[in-house]
Structure formats: structure tokens, C-alpha cells
């Protein structure tokens, strides 16, 4: 599970908290077996973010083959559509799948909604 709030949120312990609130759910209603939590407060629009290095360097060394990072929407995983769209790729080819739980109908590994994604990721 990932969760980013970028810096000037007004409080943003409690936005990370909220977003952490919906993936535990999402988890729990779907029979998900969590593997961590990552944070980051800093801009989406690149990923070199300290908590996104931490969930990839965790992934890599992983027990057992994770395939799934949730997070609540897409632009909580990134601002920037091509190195949005490239990691998206990467993790499929890893097969990981990232799926943002609040607008779950648009999955990483449709090839549909790669045209979507880009709405959500920004340019």
C-alpha cells in the first residue's frame, strides 16, 4: 500500500491518515493481505520519493512474490503521465499490478485504460 500527500496540505498526518483508512479497507473487503505501508509527503512528479524507493526496494526483496500496490487514486501515485505510464510498465513486467482502490475500474494491465491513465496522471 502507498500513500502520498504533498507538502503544503493543510494537515496532512490526517490526509495520510484517511488515505491509509481506505486501503485497509479496500484490503479487507476484498481478502487483500497487506504487505506494508509507504508514505511519502513530497510532489508525484517524479519517483524519486524516499517511500517509493523504500515499497520498490521492499518489492525486490520480498518473501514470496508480491503482485499488487494499492493506492487511493491515480494521482497519489504520480503527476507525470510518460514516467507514470513507464513504471506502470516496469511493475507489469514484474508482474505487479498497481490499482488505485477509488477509481478501481481503470486497472494497470488494460490496454484501454492506458489512455485513461493519462488523464489521471497529468502531462
Request: hydrophobic content about 40%.
Amino acid at each position: 500500500m502507498y500513500a502520498r500527500v504533498n507538502i503544503p496540505e493543510q494537515n496532512p498526518a490526517a490526509f495520510l491518515q484517511r488515505q491509509e483508512e481506505k486501503l485497509r479497507l479496500y484490503c479487507a473487503n476484498n481478502a487483500i493481505e497487506p504487505g506494508g505501508f509507504f508514505i511519502d509527503q513530497c510532489s508525484a512528479r517524479t519517483f524519486e520519493r524516499q517511500g517509493w524507493q523504500c515499497l520498490i526496494n521492499a518489492l525486490n526483496h520480498a518473501n514470496g512474490k508480491p503482485d499488487l500496490i494499492l493506492f487511493t487514486t491515480w494521482d497519489r501515485f504520480s503527476r507525470n503521465a510518460a514516467d507514470g505510464l513507464e513504471t506502470i510498465k516496469c511493475l507489469n513486467n514484474m508482474g505487479i499490478e498497481v490499482l488505485a482502490v477509488e477509481q478501481n475500474g481503470i486497472t494497470s494491465n488494460d490496454n484501454i485504460s492506458s489512455k485513461l491513465l493519462k488523464l489521471f496522471l497529468g502531462k
